[in-house]
Each structure stands twice: as structure tokens, then as C-alpha cells.
């Protein structure tokens, strides 16, 4: 859904908004992407939703979370960004209409909406960004036949669309495989650890 390269950069700048308590957007970040069980109990509406998402499409909790932590960084208004110019005359440019804590497009936005018939869904609306990325990856595991426990192949179609990932386009972006597999990675970890929480 989203241009980037790596795992740090979003890691480094959920540390930096924590230090500022805000970042804007309608809900603060939580104060850790690295711990599963203290993010539950600073956000137990958060995982509440998560859960019914998995009830509903079948997508685990570890993998919404990767895919968010990765997407953007637990921000509400996150949106992808070009700095263009310099001085005082510098602005950021929205490289895409991707936004939110989903970072969905609007197209996609749109045809979520469509299909669920949930005219009222926000892309700053946790609950909102989980279900759309139980819609999207229960969509793609019945159009390309990726598991929706598969995060490494489920970002890789999250990020390039589920045409996109049908042609192989992941492969001309040789960074991307990487970024998928730390997607992999932390689902594991969440998962893990999840499963040592003792309220969850």
C-alpha cells in the first residue's frame, strides 16, 4: 500500500512520538511496538477489535499488527511523504493517497467500502483499519490463494495490490522482499508473545 524500504525508520519515529506523548491523529501511538502484551494493556480497545477482525476474515492478531507497526508505525494520520524544496520554502508532498493506520489508497479505501457496505469506516479509526486489512487479505487469499496466516506474502500483496502481486511485480523491487520478511519476522513475534499475555 505504501513506498518504503526497511523497519527502522517507522521503529525510530514511533520512539520519537512517544517522547512527545503525540503525533497528532485522533489517538496517540502506543509507547512500545516491541512488546505485544503492553501494547494490549495501553490499548485493550485495539486488540478487542484486532480479535473480532480475526473472527471475522480469519486474519491472526500478529499478523494485523506487523502489517500496521510496518505501515504506519501506529499512527492515525500517518501518510507518506516527499521533502521538496529547502529553507523556509521546504514542504512535505503526499507521494500517495495511501493514509491512515492501514495506509490504504482511496481506490481501495473505496472499494472496501463497497463491498462491506460500511459507509461510515475511517482510515483514522483503528477498528476501521483493522477490519479493512481482514477484508483485504481474506480477498487476496481467495483471489491469489495466499493464507491469511502467510504475512510475508500477504504484505507483499498488501503493498503491491492484489494484481500486482498475481504478475510478480514485488520482484522488480528488490527491496520489498526484505521489508516482507521482516513483516514475517515480527508476526512471529507478536504471536509469541501474545501467547505469554496474560490478559489475552
Not at 56 to 67: C, D, F, M, S, Y
Request: charged fraction near 20%.
Amino acid at each position: 500500500m505504501t513506498a518504503g524500504k526497511g523497519w527502522g525508520r517507522p521503529l525510530a519515529l514511533l520512539a520519537f512520538c512517544a517522547i512527545l506523548s503525540s503525533c497528532g491523529g485522533t489517538e496517540s501511538p502506543p509507547s512500545t511496538v516491541v512488546d505485544a502484551c503492553r501494547m494490549q494493556e495501553e490499548k485493550p480497545g485495539w486488540f478487542a477489535a484486532m480479535r473480532k477482525t480475526e473472527e471475522k476474515w480469519g486474519v491472526p492478531v500478529a499478523v494485523q499488527l506487523a502489517t500496521i507497526a510496518r505501515e504506519s508505525s501506529f499512527r492515525a494520520d500517518a501518510r507518506p511523504t516527499k521533502r521538496v524544496g529547502s529553507s523556509i520554502f521546504a514542504r512535505d508532498v503526499p507521494l500517495s493517497s495511501a493514509y491512515g493506520y492501514a495506509q490504504a489508497i482511496d481506490g481501495t479505501w473505496e472499494g472496501y467500502i463497497s463491498d462491506t457496505g460500511r459507509r461510515g469506516a475511517d482510515r483514522e479509526d483503528f477498528s476501521d483499519a483493522s477490519d479493512f486489512i481482514g477484508w483485504y487479505m481474506n480477498s487476496n487469499a481467495r483471489v491469489n490463494g495466499v493464507p491469511v496466516t502467510d504475512a510475508y506474502n500477504q504484505y507483499l500483496a498488501f503493498h503491491e495490490g492484489k494484481a500486482g502481486f498475481a504478475r510478480g511485480s514485488y520482484r522488480k523491487k528488490t527491496w520489498l522482499p526484505g521489508v516482507a520478511r521482516d513483516v514475517q519476522n515480527w508476526a512471529g513475534i507478536y504471536h509469541r508473545q501474545l501467547m505469554t499475555c496474560s490478559s489475552y
